[in-house]
């Protein structure tokens, strides 16, 4: 379980209201409160809040340039729920509001037009469950 029970709302290009992008590390920490830092690679310091739930990446300046977030929690735009469901129903949601994903990669659909990506372990699969949204700032 996350620690949180409120769903995150994507805001598309800016980030979610407890995290904007181009905002500062200590900010954050200072807004959601516990945390534990880790590498994901030589270099890369990453924050985790509610045991995992939201990752938040920095650059160089530790400015807010990456937010990831799980499936323990629910994620919203516009009233659509991003994660924990199948990717089919996600993406037929997403079309209903005229938006498709426009990068194919392995394990994600990106939607560049709202800075979001579905990250599912088999993007082939419309029934497999949305596992992460990661959000960056659009362009």
Same mark, same amino acid.
């Given at each position: 379980?996350?620690?949180?029970?409120?769903?995150?709302?994507?805001?598309?290009?800016?980030?979610?209201?407890?995290?904007?992008?181009?905002?500062?590390?200590?900010?954050?920490?200072?807004? /959601?409160?516990?945390?534990?830092?880790?590498?994901?690679?030589?270099?890369?310091?990453?924050?985790?809040?509610?045991?995992?739930?939201?990752?938040l990446a920095y650059d160089?300046?530790?400015?807010?340039?990456?937010?990831?977030?799980?499936?323990?929690?629910?994620?919203?735009?516009?009233?659509?729920?991003?994660?924990?469901?199948? /990717?089919?129903?996600? /993406?037929?949601?997403?079309?209903?509001?005229g938006f498709r994903p426009?990068?194919?990669?392995?394990?994600?659909?990106?939607?560049?037009?709202?800075?979001?990506?579905?990250?599912?372990?088999?993007?082939?699969?419309?029934?497999?469950?949305?596992?992460?949204?990661? /959000?960056?700032?659009?362009?």
């Amino acid at each position: 379980m996350s620690g949180r029970s409120e769903p995150f709302e994507v805001l598309p290009g800016e980030g979610i209201s407890e995290a904007r992008f181009g905002e500062s590390r200590s900010v954050h920490r200072e807004r /959601l409160g516990n945390h534990v830092a880790f590498e994901r690679f030589p270099g890369s310091v990453l924050d985790s809040y509610y045991d995992m739930t939201l990752i938040l990446a920095y650059d160089a300046n530790n400015r807010l340039i990456e937010i990831d977030i799980s499936d323990s929690i629910e994620v919203l735009w516009r009233g659509i729920s991003l994660v924990g469901r199948p /990717l089919g129903e996600v /993406l037929n949601e997403l079309a209903n509001e005229g938006f498709r994903p426009d990068v194919f990669e392995l394990e994600s659909l990106k939607f560049s037009e709202l800075g979001l990506s579905l990250y599912t372990p088999a993007v082939e699969e419309l029934e497999e469950d949305v596992k992460h949204v990661i /959000l960056e700032p659009r362009g």
